[in-house]
């Protein structure tokens, strides 16, 4: 299996609505590896590691989100795999 690694900024209405929390729920769905946070800026940032077929529907499913969230924009950037395993959260950047 390829590894890709790609960077998510995820905007809208996206912190205090348990985005981090849905975030690594579908994670482990889909298989994919990597980890997510909030930013000081109010967006939620994501690294996503995986094939690119379990990376799309991750990326996807980010628009959707959990209940209370309104995304307005996912943002995707090419990003080096850091070797994660499992998917985690981590401290707001």
Known sequence: MERKAVRLVIEGKVQGVGYRWWAVGEAMRLGVHGWVRNRSDETVEAL????????????????????????MAVIRFEAEDDASQGFSQKPTV
């Open 48 to 71: 996503v590691i995986g094939p690119e077929g379990a990376i799309g529907r991750f990326e996807r499913a980010c628009w959707r989100g959990p209940g209370g969230a309104r995304v």
